[in-house]
C-alpha cells in the first residue's frame, strides 16, 4: 500500500509545485520592476483570482467519482460523464470571467488598497480573467487524469503550463516591456497552449475507453455515468467552498492595506509561497483521492464484503497520512532553508525582503497545519462527498474571523505573524478536526 501511495503520489507533488505557480511567477517577473505597487497589485490580484483560476472546484467534485467509473470498466458512463464535465467547465469559466471582473473594483475598494495598487490589481486581474474557461478546463483535465491513476500524466500538464508561463511573461512583460498587462498576457497565452495539450494528451492515452463522438445522452439527467444535476450540484458546493476560502485570504490581507505597500506586498508574496507549499502537499493527498475512488470501483465489480473494504480503506488513509507528513515536514524544511535564496529571486526590494524574512518561520509550521486536513479532503473527494467539504470550510472560515476579531482587539497581537497564526492555525485546524468528526461518511459511500 505504502509503494501504491508513493507512485502516485511524487508525480502528483511535482504535478502540485508546478500547477499553483502561476501567481508566483507573475510576481516573480513583476517584483524585478521599477514599483513595489506592481508587487502589491499583481499579489492582491492574484489572491482575488484564486478562486476562479487556482482551485479548480470542477477537478474536486468529479475527479472521485470519474475515478470510480474507469476502475468499474464502465467506459460508456465514463465518456458520457467526461463530455458533461468539459461542457460545464467551459461554460462556468465564461460566466465567471464576468463575474470577476464585475466584483473586484468592489472588493479592492473593501480592501482599502491605495489608487496605484487598485490600478495595478485591475490591469492584471482584467487581463487574467479571460483564461478562465481555459483554466478551469485545465484544472478538470489534471481531475480526469488523477482521478484515473495517471498521475504521470498529470504531472506533465503542469510542467507544460508553468514552462509557457514563464516564458510567455518574460517575454511580454520584460523583454517587451509590456510591464503588468504582459506578464498578464503571459499567463493567458500558457493556458490555452496547456489547454490544447491537454486534449491531445487525453485523445491519445484514451482512443478505446472514450469515443470521439458527443454522445447523445449528454444532457439527460438519468443514465450510468455522473447526471448533468449531479455534477452542478458538486460544483456549486464546491464553488461555495472556494469563496468562502478566498474570502478569508481577501480579510486577511484587507486588514494589511494599512500597513502599507511594503507589508502588503511581503504578505502577499508568503501568502503565494504558503499556497504553493499547500497545493503541493494537497496534491500529494491527490494520491489518496486515487486510491480510494480505485477501492470504491473496485468493490462495485467484485464480492469483496463491506468490512474487507472498509479494512483496505483505512490502510490506503493510514498510508497516506505517512506519506503526506513526512513530505510536509521535509517540505517545510527545505523552503525554509533555500528562503534568503527564494526571497532574493522574487523581488530585489530590500524592505520586502526584510519583511519577509521577519515572516519566514511560518514556512515552517504551516504545511505541519495544512496536511491533516489535506489528506482527509482526498477521501471524501475519493468518495465523491463534497458537502462535507463545504462544510467544514463555512465553519472554518467563521472561526478564522471570530479569532482575527478577537486578535485585532488586543494590541499585543496586532502584527501581521499573528494574523497569519489566525487565519493559517484556525483555519486548517478547525477544517480537520469538522473533517474527522464526519468520517464515517467515507463508509456511508460503500454499498
Known amino acids: 500500500m505504502y509503494m501504491n501511495i508513493i507512485k502516485l503520489a511524487y508525480p502528483l507533488f511535482i504535478s502540485g509545485v508546478f500547477a499553483s505557480m502561476m501567481g508566483l511567477v507573475d510576481t516573480t517577473i513583476v517584483g524585478h520592476l521599477a514599483f513595489v505597487e506592481s508587487i502589491a497589485g499583481v499579489g492582491v490580484g492574484s489572491t482575488i483570482l484564486w478562486m476562479v483560476t487556482g482551485v479548480g472546484f470542477l477537478r474536486y467534485s468529479t475527479s472521485g467519482p470519474m475515478g470510480q467509473l474507469y476502475s468499474a470498466k464502465k467506459y460508456g458512463a465514463l465518456q458520457v460523464a467526461f463530455y458533461r464535465c468539459a461542457v460545464l467547465a467551459c461554460g462556468v469559466g465564461v460566466l465567471a470571467m464576468g463575474i470577476t471582473v464585475a466584483v473586484s473594483p468592489t472588493i479592492l475598494h473593501y480592501m482599502g488598497v491605495d489608487t496605484v495598487v487598485k490600478g495595478e490589481a485591475l490591469t492584471y486581474i482584467y487581463t487574467r480573467a479571460m483564461e478562465s474557461p481555459f483554466a478551469l478546463f485545465n484544472a478538470f483535465m489534471l481531475g480526469v487524469f488523477i482521478g484515473t491513476g495517471k498521475s504521470a500524466l498529470a504531472m506533465r500538464i503542469s510542467v507544460v503550463l508553468v514552462v509557457c508561463n514563464i516564458v510567455g511573461s518574460y517575454f511580454y512583460g520584460l523583454y517587451l516591456q509590456m510591464q503588468v498587462f504582459g506578464v498578464a498576457l503571459g499567463s493567458v497565452q500558457a493556458s490555452i497552449i496547456t489547454t490544447v495539450y491537454s486534449l491531445w494528451l487525453y485523445r491519445k492515452q484514451y482512443p478505446s475507453a472514450f469515443g470521439a463522438k458527443l454522445p447523445e445522452t449528454i444532457w439527460k439527467w438519468a443514465g450510468n455515468g455522473l447526471s448533468m444535476g449531479g455534477i452542478v450540484v458538486g460544483a456549486i458546493l464546491m464553488v461555495v467552498r472556494n469563496v468562502f476560502l478566498s474570502a478569508g485570504l481577501v480579510i486577511f490581507l484587507g486588514s494589511l492595506s494599512k500597513y502599507g505597500a511594503v507589508v502588503l506586498a511581503s504578505s502577499a508574496i508568503l501568502i503565494q509561497i504558503l499556497q504553493i507549499m499547500g497545493a503541493t502537499l494537497d496534491s500529494v493527498c491527490d494520491a489518496g483521492t486515487g486510491m480510494v ?38 517540505l517545510g524544511d527545505v523552503v ?5 535564496i527564494l526571497f532574493d529571486l522574487l523581488t530585489d526590494k530590500d524592505a520586502v525582503i526584510v519583511a519577509l524574512n521577519h515572516m519566514s518561520y511560518w514556512i515552517i509550521a504551516m504545511p505541519f497545519l495544512m496536511v491533516w486536513a489535506f489528506v482527509y479532503e482526498g477521501f471524501y473527494v475519493g468518495t465523491g462527498n463534497v458537502r462535507v467539504l463545504c462544510t467544514a470550510v463555512i465553519v472554518a472560515f467563521f472561526a478564522y474571523v471570530t479569532a482575527l476579531w478577537g486578535i485585532s482587539h488586543m494590541p499585543i497581537w496586532g502584527t501581521a505573524s499573528d494574523a497569519f497564526f489566525a487565519f493559517f492555525a484556525v483555519f486548517y485546524v478547525v477544517r480537520f478536526v469538522w473533517l474527522y468528526a464526519h468520517a464515517h461518511h467515507i463508509y456511508r459511500e460503500i454499498k
Open 293 to 330: 475512488a480505485k477501492i470504491i470501483g473496485e468493490h462495485d465489480t467484485n464480492t469483496d464484503s463491506h468490512a474487507g473494504t472498509k479494512r483496505t480503506l483505512h490502510k490506503a488513509m493510514h498510508a497516506t497520512f505517512v506519506v503526506a507528513v513526512m513530505t510536509a515536514i521535509v
Open 336 to 340: 525554509y532553508l533555500a528562503s534568503p
